[in-house]
Every structure is written in C-alpha cells, then in structure tokens.
C-alpha cells in the first residue's frame, strides 16, 4: 500500500511564524502536489513537483513556497502566516506511467492549520 | 486555464435511492476525469476514473458518464447505502488536475 504521511495532523500558529507542513511518500512517486481544501472551494493546487529540486506554481501560489531536496520529501513553506492560509493542506503523490501525466493521486491524512 | 463546476454542492437521498453528481469543465484538451471520495475525517480516494475516448464507466454500482461535446461528465450510484455518505469530488485533467467544488452526499437510512 502506498503511504503518504503528513507529519502534523493539527497546528496552531501565530500570525506572522513561519510554518512548515512536512510530506513523506514510500513508494518512489516522482510527481508530488500540495493542495488546500476549502469547503465549497474542492481541492486547491498550491504546488507541484515531478522531480527532486524542481517545483511548479499551481493555481495559487502566493504566499507559500515548497522545497523537494528529496524525492521521497516535499515541504510546503508558509514564510509569514496570515489567518486567510487557515485551512486543511492536502499532499499528495503519484507515479504517473504512461496512462496520464498524473495517474491515480494517494494522499496524506491531512494538516489542519488553525492561524492566529 | 481548465476550470471545473460541480453540481450539486449538497446532496441527501434515501438509502436505496440513486445519486447523480454533474460537473462542467471548460477546457476541451482535457482527456482524462477521475472520481474521488472523502469520507469524514479521511483522505479523498479514487473511487473511479474515465478517459476521452470512453463514454461510459461502470464498476458496481457506481458508473461515470462523459460527453465531450458538452463538457461535462456525471457520477451516478445506485442503491445507495449509508456507507456511500461523504463528499464527491469531480476533477478533469489536460495537463494540470483541476477538481471541483465538491457535493456532500448524505444517504439517510
């Protein structure tokens, strides 16, 4: 089975702190994705990533940034947190093969972070 | 850029009855539209996928419908049972995966 494990279930941060919401996968997926739900607004993409160093702007970038030193790893970065990033985070992996450039997406449990 | 509507956001029917989730995209290069499931307090899982060129899915009672022509595609289940409750989210893809906005379904014994 295909694990993703996101390493804080629940936060609670100041405004202004920096947060790291930390993403581990165990089955060697290349593409990895971080995403933002939002009731009423599904699943949003805030970043990607279909190789180790490299990362792409998904739909709403600003404000986060995301580091994948190693493939199995990619972090999401809030670099000053607001109360409008109060959400439940979403990441997510995939081995796209040749049926798709994203497959089926295994995510983590989440991390609901509450901001200040 | 894809962007993805679905309808309805909230959805109760009687156990036994059948539910029917639409959703629209815009972007007619998307070729592949997945299913997924999330049940309270767990991860979303993929429930059932369909490919452009197919117009109809089925596994068990559940079944997807797409036409191109129109741009949207449908999630129908069948003798719903309790366990079907959760929230539905559609998503279409043509390059990057755009979900939808997601319906709550509740299915009342």
């Known amino acids: 089975d295909v694990k993703v494990t996101q390493s804080s279930r629940y936060l609670v941060k100041r405004t202004g702190e920096k947060v790291f919401l930390e993403c581990v996968q165990d089955?060697?997926?290349?593409?990895m994705f971080w995403y933002r739900q939002d009731p009423g607004l599904g699943l949003r993409l805030i970043y990607f990533?279909?190789?180790?160093?490299?990362?792409e702007k998904g739909d709403i970038p600003e404000g986060y940034s995301v580091s994948r030193e190693k493939k199995e790893r990619f972090s999401l970065i809030l670099e000053s947190a607001s109360t409008n990033q109060t959400s439940m985070y979403l990441c997510?992996?995939?081995?796209?093969?040749?049926?798709?450039?994203?497959?089926?997406?295994?995510f983590g449990e989440g991390s609901r972070l509450t901001v200040l | 850029g894809e962007n993805v509507e679905q309808h309805p956001s909230t959805l109760s029917v009687q156990e036994g009855d059948s539910a029917v989730i639409k959703c629209t995209y815009s972007?007619?290069?998307?070729?592949?539209f997945p299913w997924y499931k999330q049940e309270l307090g767990k991860r979303p899982q993929l429930i059932i996928d369909?490919?452009?060129?197919?117009g109809e899915k089925k596994d068990q009672r559940i079944a997807v419908t797409l036409n191109k022509t129109a741009k949207h595609f449908s999630l129908h289940i069948t003798e719903t049972q309790p366990e079907d409750s959760a929230v539905y989210f559609c998503?279409?893809?043509?390059?990057?995966?755009?979900f939808g906005q997601g319906t709550e379904l509740s299915v009342k014994p």
């Open positions: 998503a279409a893809e043509g390059g990057k995966l755009i």
């Open positions: 089955m060697d997926h290349e593409n």
């Open positions: 990533s279909y190789d180790v160093k490299m990362k």
């Open positions: 369909i490919r452009s060129n197919v």
């Open positions: 972007d007619s290069a998307s070729n592949y």
């Open positions: 997510a992996s995939t081995d796209p093969g040749t049926r798709s450039p994203h497959g089926e997406l295994f």
